[in-house]
């Protein structure tokens, strides 16, 4: 099992920027496909991006793609949102979850996931 914790989110412009970070404990971070989700008020939470066990693979969703990167870490057990060039649309709460299967992507149920963290963007 692993646990995982958010952190980052935060109040910012339209136009800027945000890094997430999620720390993981437990089993053996390296073990674990990641992924981040989103939930806005009202919607559904849907699937953001999602990296590979050792990094050398992403996927994102398209309303963030060129914008959103992720990576990860694994000597220090963290992942990743960088987020650029910040849209109120982005506005929700940000979860990361982790994928004990080497398939992954928005239709795929991750095993774990944190608590989540507010990002909210101002127009």
């Known amino acids: 099992q692993v646990q995982l914790v958010e952190s980052g989110g935060q109040l910012v412009q339209a136009g800027g920027s945000l890094r997430l970070s999620c720390a993981a404990s437990?089993?053996?971070?390296?073990?674990?496909?990641m992924g981040w989700f989103r939930q806005a008020p009202g919607k559904e939470r849907e699937f953001v991006g999602a990296?590979?066990?050792?990094?050398?693979?992403?996927d994102y969703t398209g309303s963030v793609k060129g914008r959103f990167t992720i990576s990860r870490d694994n000597a220090k057990n963290t992942l990743y949102l960088q987020m650029n060039s910040l849209k109120p649309e982005d506005t929700a709460v940000y979860y990361c979850?982790?994928?004990?299967?080497?398939?992954?992507?928005?239709?795929?149920?991750?095993?774990?996931w944190g608590q989540g963290t507010q990002v909210t963007v101002s127009s």
């Open positions: 979850a982790a994928y004990r299967s080497v398939v992954v992507g928005p239709l795929i149920i991750p095993d774990y």
């Open positions: 437990g089993r053996t971070f390296s073990s674990y496909a």
């Open positions: 990296i590979g066990r050792t990094g050398a693979w992403t």
